[in-house]
């Protein structure tokens, strides 16, 4: 398997832009996570998705961001509009239920 | 609590054991973990232990779990350049969740 794909690798834009970032799962796993790194806050749970529901999204920092799972081997992250304090890099991760996440490579995103 | 805490620096020289300490809270955790980042890179799972083993050991890498005290430890051994990466602690809460710690970044010196 080809593990967690995400893209684009590498984000730049300018403030006000939308932002979409994408998730490919592991095939079979019907958990998806999405996360965010930044050196003062660490690694943040976003939002968690089980069998294509978003099951937990009290991560979400404000109205500005949603995250869609249409179907089980694609999910996106969107920022909209994007500010410079989202820059981070996000991270997609997967799981079978109630078992390891793998991570993806993340997405660096730098707002402008 | 969710608070998983982790020193944040260690030095150590070129093959010489590394031991990276970890704290934890929830002591209804079913799973701790220690995940690898490498510079640019993703979190790469490295090894994982069920709450109810003391240890766990895989080729140079060794897990130490001591449930009472909520301590978890990994040991590496004969440290190499290769391992010189940011590692994190984490435990699973609740039933899909994964509390990280801040990381510690383990620096290997000829």
């Known amino acids: 398997d080809a593990g967690v794909i995400q893209s684009p690798r590498h984000e730049v834009t300018e403030m006000g832009q939308e932002v979409t970032l994408r998730c490919k799962p592991i095939?079979?796993?019907?958990?998806l996570f999405w996360y965010r790194q930044t050196m003062m806050r660490g690694l943040e749970l976003l939002i968690y998705f089980n069998n294509n529901v978003p099951i937990d999204d009290s991560g979400m920092p404000e109205d500005r961001f949603s995250a869609k799972m249409p179907n089980a081997s694609f999910s996106t992250l969107k920022i909209q509009p994007s500010e410079p304090r989202d820059s981070a890099v996000y991270f997609c991760a997967s799981s079978s239920l109630q078992e390891t996440q793998y991570f993806g490579p993340g997405t660096r995103l730098l707002v402008l | 609590g969710e608070d998983v805490e982790q020193s944040l620096f260690l030095s150590v020289r070129e093959g010489d054991s590394s031991v990276i300490n970890c704290t934890y809270t929830d002591s209804s955790s079913t799973y701790l973990y220690w995940y690898k980042q490498e510079p640019g890179a993703g979190l790469q799972l490295l090894t994982y232990i069920f709450s109810n083993m003391d240890m766990k050991q895989d080729q140079r890498l060794t897990v130490l779990l001591n449930k009472k005290d909520k301590h978890l430890s990994l040991r590496i051994a004969d440290t190499q350049t290769g391992d010189s990466a940011i590692y994190f602690c984490?435990?699973?809460?609740?039933?899909?969740?994964?509390?990280f710690g801040a990381g510690t970044t383990v620096t290997v010196r000829a």
């Open positions: 095939s079979g796993h019907n958990s």
């Open positions: 984490a435990e699973s809460i609740d039933d899909y969740k994964l509390s």
